[in-house]
């Protein structure tokens, strides 16, 4: 079970503090909750994002205030959105989706290639990844962590990898068109040697050059 301890913020609350902290501030919304502003440790959130991914459910166990009766809020969620410093990569914002166990739920899968296409291997073309993710449909304790995808199958030129080559776990429903190429085998482009364009004005030049030489050398 992936597990993330969170806590309360405010509106009030210093971005830049809670990040100085070590901390990401970040929301969490959707079934059954309101909105709650919270902040997660920094380092735990990195582990739970390489684990689960932003498919596979998290326990969030949201720390309630002393007037509550309970002393954390546990919420089954998804992690929707991450936003990361654009220079340094780390997170500094993230969306939490509470969901509903109980009911089905559409998302995104990442797809993980493994094996070696023959065909590229042997110089018989290029392969191409089409796709790299697929949506599905299913309760969230279905929801497969990835969609593995096996190359080795990719032996011939023109060979493809369709959607509806994909075995879905039971209780798993694919929602992306079946008919979907995922990736393929291309012919292999001959590279076309340039040859550098004529300049014809250096040519009248050089030819205008030579007749007037011979003019003077007639004269002499």
């Given at each position: 079970?992936?597990?993330?301890?969170?806590?309360?913020?405010?509106?009030?609350?210093?971005?830049?503090?809670?990040?100085?902290?070590?901390?990401?501030?970040?929301?969490?919304?959707?079934?059954?909750?309101?909105?709650?502003?919270?902040?997660?440790?920094?380092?735990?959130?990195?582990?739970?994002?390489?684990?689960?991914?932003?498919?596979?459910?998290?326990?969030?166990?949201?720390?309630?205030?002393?007037?509550?009766?309970?002393?954390?809020?546990?919420?089954?969620?998804?992690?929707?959105?991450?936003?990361?410093?654009?220079?340094?990569?780390?997170?500094?914002?993230?969306?939490?989706?509470?969901?509903?166990?109980?009911?089905t739920i559409e998302v995104n899968i990442?797809?993980?290639?493994?094996?070696?296409?023959?065909?590229?291997?042997?110089?018989?073309?290029?392969?191409?990844?089409?796709?790299?993710?697929?949506?599905?449909?299913?309760?969230?304790?279905?929801?497969?962590?990835?969609?593995?995808?096996?190359?080795?199958?990719?032996?011939?030129?023109?060979?493809?990898?369709?959607?509806?080559?994909?075995?879905?776990?039971?209780?798993?429903?694919?929602?992306?068109?079946?008919?979907?190429?995922?990736?393929?085998?291309?012919?292999?482009?001959?590279?076309?040697?340039?040859?550098?364009?004529?300049?014809?004005?250096?040519?009248?030049?050089?030819?205008?050059?030579?007749?007037?030489?011979?003019?003077?050398?007639?004269?002499?």
């Amino acid at each position: 079970m992936n597990i993330l301890t969170a806590t309360k913020r405010s509106k009030a609350d210093k971005l830049a503090i809670i990040r100085s902290n070590g901390m990401v501030p970040g929301v969490v919304y959707g079934a059954q909750v309101e909105n709650q502003l919270i902040s997660v440790l920094s380092v735990d959130f990195e582990k739970i994002l390489k684990t689960a991914g932003e498919s596979s459910t998290i326990v969030l166990e949201l720390e309630n205030d002393k007037t509550s009766k309970t002393a954390t809020q546990k919420i089954d969620v998804l992690i929707h959105d991450v936003q990361v410093d654009p220079v340094k990569g780390f997170p500094i914002h993230i969306d939490f989706l509470a969901i509903d166990m109980n009911k089905t739920i559409e998302v995104n899968i990442p797809i993980e290639f493994t094996g070696i296409a023959g065909a590229e291997k042997n110089g018989l073309g290029v392969l191409v990844k089409v796709l790299h993710e697929v949506e599905i449909e299913a309760l969230p304790k279905d929801l497969p962590h990835n969609i593995i995808i096996d190359l080795s199958k990719l032996i011939a030129l023109d060979d493809q990898i369709h959607i509806k080559d994909i075995v879905l776990p039971k209780g798993v429903t694919m929602k992306t068109n079946m008919d979907e190429v995922i990736a393929l085998i291309a012919p292999i482009k001959e590279e076309v040697e340039e040859v550098a364009p004529v300049d014809l004005s250096s040519i009248e030049v050089e030819k205008k050059g030579k007749k007037e030489e011979d003019k003077i050398e007639e004269k002499a």
